[in-house]
């Protein structure tokens, strides 16, 4: 790709980091984007830890992206900082990314939970719909960010790879985290405790149950408690739309599209 003028670059920044908003701290030698159903939840409690604002952060709702998107990022020159940061190249710039396959199911059940969720993708549908038909529904609508939620949307954004040099994988975050920690010369953090989270769907993921998941029904009343694996919802026809839905997530983040775990 020819270099980028400073113009081009001030455009494709702009486009980055509007909503999310990536995580900046001043003084703080990494600038970290993410997409939501990335495990960002994880990622924001270990930014905060690191930057001595977990607890405050906790103590003002312990739903934590309350603070980080009322408080934190709200700060005076938050964007005009972070821009600059990135126009000048005076951070480490990382992104946080998820196996598509993973990726989608979890997308599916906020969908089938979330009532503002549902009714963007599926208005009017109030006896469940399938992960089937959610791929066939996300297909019709399209997968960029501007044509569907981001919790749903692609995670690739076209020439982010100009701007952001590294990946950290949700599949190995612990480990990766660690990694970052000891290059950077962080704080070594709580990683176990910080990575759980209530809200996690893939920790009620357990049950194996019999047979594909792929056309099954989910409501808002069914899709609680124990979960399939996410494995239980591809047949043939979900990982072909998968695959082709989310093939810029799966050439871009090196995943192996030929392989479910």
Known sequence: ?????????????????????????????????????SGCTSLVKWFLFQNGLLQKAIDYDPWVHKYRAEVFQKQNNYTTELTDQLLNDKNVTYKL????????????????????LKNKVFPGINNGFSF???????KDIGVSSELIDRHIALQYVEGEECIIKNYLHLENFNNEIRMIENKYNLLASPIQNISKSPHHMAQNMTDKGKG?????KLTLETAV???????????????????????????????????LK
């Open 132 to 138: 089937k038909q959610f791929l066939f529904k996300v």
């Open 1 to 37: 790709m020819s270099k980028m003028s400073k113009k081009e670059r001030e455009v494709l920044i702009k486009n980055l980091i509007r909503d999310p908003i990536p995580l900046y701290g001043r003084g703080f030698p990494l600038i970290f984007f993410w997409s939501p159903k």
């Open 212 to 216: 594909s998941f792929a056309e099954v």
């Open 97 to 116: 990314v998820r196996n598509p396959y993973k990726r989608a199911v979890s997308s599916y059940l906020s969908t089938v939970t979330n009532e503002n």
């Open 225 to 259: 408690g124990s979960l399939p694996t996410y494995e239980s919802f591809y047949d043939g026809e979900t990982i072909d739309l998968v695959k082709e839905l989310f093939k810029k997530d799966f050439i871009s983040f090196g995943y192996n599209p030929t392989n």
